[in-house]
């Protein structure tokens, strides 16, 4: 089992930038991928950003704004989010997977944490 903790979240005006971080823990061992999703009231979950081994891949929404990036000693995931827009508003989540990224199998999730983009 892998568990996952994402802690950062909070208010930040349209503009801003804000970081959020993804602990993993227990049987971290071939974890090959791992992603930010975000779901905002009323809409489905969507993916942000994966990244593998080999790939990055940053949905349209996030291109040029957000960067996904992995500190491998602390086994943390990050999400850097710059230019915050009030649509990004939403619950964010990390997940990860066994398998490479291009699969999109994530079976775990984190129980996400909150980002509001207010004025």
């Known amino acids: 089992q892998v568990q996952l903790v994402e802690s950062g979240g909070g208010s930040v005006q349209p503009g801003g930038s804000h970081r959020l971080s993804c602990t993993a823990s227990?049987?971290?061992?071939?974890?090959?991928?791992m992603g930010w999703f975000r779901q905002a009231p009323g809409k489905e979950r969507e993916e942000i950003a994966v990244i593998d081994a080999d790939t990055t891949t940053y949905q349209d929404s996030a291109k040029g704004r957000f960067t996904i990036f992995k500190d491998y000693h602390k086994e943390t995931l990050l999400l850097q989010m710059n230019n915050l827009k009030v649509e990004d508003t939403a619950m964010y989540y990390c997940?990860?997977?066994?398998?490479?990224?291009?699969?999109?199998?994530?079976?775990?999730w984190g129980q996400g944490t909150q980002v509001t983009v207010f004025s």
């Open positions: 997940a990860a997977s066994r398998d490479y990224c291009w699969t999109r199998q994530f079976g775990y």
């Open positions: 227990g049987n971290t061992d071939g974890s090959y991928c």
